[in-house]
């Protein structure tokens, strides 16, 4: 066995601590971790002697760690009709791979490491690729330990298991570990071992229903930005919401001070330097009351913005449009948010009469919009600059010819859920029944196997809706309309809701404005980054993370 064995994994290093002779030079060895990294010292024989000769610098994870022998592995048989698994392969792949790192909290990793073909024993990338438009959805790592230091123990572990929290299809990562394993024990491996978060019940369940068991292995980091959460005490912050989070965490990463005033609802107050703002979520002191007001009624907002110029949808307020059978309708409040009382794709008067009964149970006025045929897309305006943008899905499922549709939703619903700490998920009512009488079928029937059908016809994140970054794709043109309307409706943070018929061209409708855009969902865009410049731009100059930006 190889000594002192420390594995560039590109996100950091994987040392291995039963291959160094004493407790000292692992700890030096952590301890030498470089910046922007996050070390991970595994198979630790003495945590706590390590921890007592560096307290301030090292600290314990907080994770479990769990094991399969490849005698307990049972193959399951399954064929995943929706995506293959495959290689990560080119630059396209590693791309993909690190914006899924980033969608979790994960240091990216240089795509020509990853690359990197004289590795591909000691290391293998596997993705998971999307049938339907060949995008990938999910990744896993795996570590060959005889490549890394001649295991005795013939070993092999497995590293950043990452799923989309878009995908649809279900099963991405039990086939992804599923995989990996195969892989090994087809090598002749003995083992696979994993670490996982204490609290990743999910994750956790899923490794114990492949036969994985628990194992006393201990693992420990090094105190840095990128560590922060697992070591520090939180203030108060376990009720918040993903989108006060993010903005909160970026604030503590910049020093500045954070007071918690009203969890539940996402307020809190920002200090650094004298200065003080008042937030809720991404609505901070900074929008004026006649902005929020302009954005908050669907109606001025469609005045305000076709009075300067920019291209909206007709309109009817508070009335029926002139009886067309061939157009199509939105029915929506003129006051509301995340989706609530909207219907799409109206097409029959009795149809229309329904959904306005639906708007009018969140207000009283109602709107009927033409209906746009089209890409919903969201464009997040920061300080009048175009920082984000995201084309906006609606919820979709896949049959696997043995559950019903209502079984499948509530699947679809709890991954959702699980990703965006329980803001999304898809509501058993009129308009999800709706939607599956447009499709043929009603809650109670079984999707064929590989069958995929829309859900829900809004693309609004609450309502079961998912969200692609398409920043690097944008056309200028609508990126300047969004700085337009922003510019208009004088609102210095802002998400606007568009309908185009592709990103990368300049036609567009503005349908919305949202004052208090969700900046959680364009991650690995910079939105938190570029709020908390906005506010505090003195500490605009301080080193940000790489895995943060």
Sequence with gaps: MRSNVA???????????????????????????????????????????MLSMAPTELFLDPSHAYRIWSHDYRHSGVHWKAFNIRRLSSGEDAAAVNDLYASRGMVRCDADFMLDRHATKLRTYFVAEAQSDGRIIGTVTGVDHVEAFNDPENGASLWCLAV???????????ALVRHLLEHYFTRGRSYVDLSVMHDNEGAIRLYEKLGFQRVPIFCIKRKNPINEPLYTVPVSEEMLNPYARIIIDEAHRRGIDVEILDAPYGYFKLKSGGRAVVCRESLSELTSAIAMSRCDDKRVTHRVLAKAGLKVPVQYINELPPSKPE????????????????????????????????AQEECQDYIVEEFIEGRDLRIIVIDYTMVAAAVRKPPLITGDGRHTIEALIEKYSRRRAAATGGESHVPM??????????????????????????VRKTANLHTGGTIHDVTARLHPALSSAAVDAAAALDIPVTGLDFI?????????????????????????????????????????????PRNLQ
């Design 7 to 49: 594995i560039d994994m590109g996100w950091g290093r994987l040392i291995f601590g039963q291959t160094f002779k004493t407790i000292e030079s692992l700890a030096n060895a952590v301890r030498a971790e470089e910046e922007d990294c996050r070390d991970i010292a595994f198979y630790i024989r003495d945590p706590h002697v």
């Design 164 to 174: 989309d929290p878009q995908a649809n299809a279900p099963g991405v990562g039990e």
């Design 327 to 358: 157009k199509q309708w939105v029915v929506k409040p003129a006051r509301g948010e995340q989706g609530a009382g909207i219907s799409v794709d109206v097409r029959t008067r009795a149809e229309l009469e329904r959904a306005v009964s639906l």
């Design 429 to 454: 009512d009129d308009e999800t029944l709706r939607c599956l009488k447009m499709e043929g079928y009603g809650r109670a029937d079984i999707l064929p196997e590989g069958r995929t059908i829309q």
């Design 500 to 544: 185009v018929p592709d990103v990368t061209g300049p036609r567009y409708h503005i349908i919305e404005a949202n004052e208090r855009p969700g900046l959680a969902n364009h991650e690995p865009q910079p939105t938190a980054r570029k709020f908390i410049d906005l506010l505090f731009p003195q500490t605009i100059t301080q080193r940000q």
